[in-house]
């Protein structure tokens, strides 16, 4: 054990310079990355949601600027309260003393009149066209549509590197899958050789059936274990291809310069920083401290102006006296509410203390995730490499155990179990470097290292 560990760090440079040298070499790999991110279903709905964010700020942008608007009403009204004009008795005396003096009727007798004082067949038609001056709500309500979007776009890459992850692990099980199918084949072959060199044997009266019967038994058992392992093959493919949204059964090309390639791995302390999940709480703190300024800009005033350009008259009437225009300045300041804004901005605050919270949580949950994807990394490296001598091992020993078979020294179960040996030494391996690989994505994944553009 002393010596395996002491082989480590040469393994691990090793394993580093192997990585610098296939690192341009891995074309098919990165191309089914860039097919995810082009059609990829769950990215898409992120891309819709980062979309939906930027039309939310050019929306509270617009609040700016002005705003014209069409308004009309029309009015029928019959009954209600009316005003009393007394004319004929303020008048008709007057006028009766005019008609004697001039001995004439220019002045006639007036009626007592009474006006309705709801309007009828009466419209009202203008363009009111309002513009903030002073409104620290639309203020802070754009700069927080900001943050929403920076906040967004982390998103987007946090779900890009999760599904680099998965795809990356994916591959490598689909490449181990094709690996132990390979493997079986191989070991079947093996059998069906002792089997017909077992069969030829008994016709020449030198070995009885038990061997015979003994290898048709373990070709069965590893016709399952192909069976097994196709399977296993298909359920992989399908899930890669279900990652790139692709039909479920087509082929993958397998890069095996992409499946034995090892990252290097930097000090997990300088990676956190580039981790979109803490930037999208950061952005998320922004945005909760400018939504408390906007509560406490309840103590500054709200002004507006608006013009309106219309008409208004009775029975439809439409000239020169009907049209008119309209100026004003509106302000609002409110100045009581029954402490309701400084609730407001208490709950703001607790905002504020929160998110920062869950961003000092996560951090310590983020640098820990990564020392633990390093800590297995580095046991995927010893593993891989007691893989690889327990394969050496089982080559030469099954090497050994066929010569003194061959000889008639041996029992055939004997050789057989050596065979077995290989085939799970062989199996051994190729799990190893799969888990090694599935290792090395993930501490990709936590360091945030692969590049997304």
Do not use: C
Request: hydrophobic share 40%; charged share 20%; glycine share 2%.
């Amino acid at each position: 054990m002393s010596t395996l560990l002491s082989k480590v760090p040469t393994l691990i440079a090793l394993l580093v310079f192997t990585s610098t040298q296939l690192a341009a070499q891995q074309p098919v790999l990165d191309d089914y990355i860039k097919q995810a991110f082009d059609n990829n279903k769950g990215l898409k709905e992120q891309n819709f949601q980062l979309e939906k964010s930027m039309l939310a700020l050019q929306q509270a942008k617009s609040l700016f600027g002005p705003n014209v608007s069409l308004l009309a009403n029309y009015t029928a009204s019959k009954g209600g309260r009316t005003i009393d004009l007394p004319l004929g008795d303020l008048l008709n005396n007057a006028y009766s003393t005019l008609n004697d003096l001039t001995n004439s009727k220019q002045f006639p007798q007036l009626k007592n009149q009474q006006v309705q004082l709801n309007p009828e067949n009466f419209y009202d038609a203008k363009f009111r066209t309002t513009l903030p001056l002073v409104n620290a709500e639309i203020y802070y309500n754009k700069k927080i549509r900001q943050e929403q979007i920076s906040q967004q776009q982390a998103a987007v890459n946090v779900y890009k590197r999760t599904l680099v992850k998965d795809i990356k692990t994916a591959y490598y099980q689909y490449y181990q899958a094709s690996q132990a199918v390979g493997i079986y084949q191989n070991a079947l072959q093996l059998i069906k050789e002792s089997i017909r060199v077992n069969e030829s044997l008994v016709k020449n009266g030198v070995r009885n059936n038990t061997a015979v019967y003994r290898a048709n038994t373990e070709m069965q058992k590893i016709s399952a274990d192909i069976n097994k392992a196709v399977n296993e093959k298909e359920n992989a493919k399908a899930y890669f291809n279900f990652l790139l949204n692709r039909t479920l059964t087509d082929s993958i090309e397998l890069d095996e310069s992409a499946a034995q390639a090892a990252l290097q791995i930097p000090e997990a302390d300088n990676n956190l920083r580039n981790r979109e999940e803490l930037q999208q709480l950061s952005r998320a703190t922004n945005a909760a401290m400018l939504n408390e300024k906007m509560q406490r800009s309840y103590l500054l005033p709200k002004v507006n102006t608006f013009l309106d350009l219309g008409a208004q008259n009775m029975n439809w009437k439409f000239d020169s006296q009907s049209r008119y225009f309209l100026f004003g300045v509106n302000l609002q300041w409110d100045l009581f509410a029954n402490r309701a804004n400084q609730h407001k901005i208490k709950q703001a605050a607790i905002d504020v203390q929160s998110v920062q919270t869950q961003r000092e949580n996560l951090q310590d949950a983020l640098a820990l995730q990564l020392q633990q994807a390093v800590n297995n990394y580095n046991t995927a490296v010893l593993n891989r490499h007691a893989a690889g001598e327990q394969l050496s091992f089982a080559k030469r020993y099954y090497r050994d155990q066929l010569i003194v078979y061959r000889e008639g020294q041996l029992l055939y179960l004997e050789l057989l179990d050596a065979q077995n040996q290989l085939t799970q030494a062989q199996l051994q391996l190729s799990i190893s470097e799969a888990s090694l690989q599935t290792a090395a994505a993930v501490v990709e994944r936590e360091q945030a290292a692969y590049p997304l553009h």
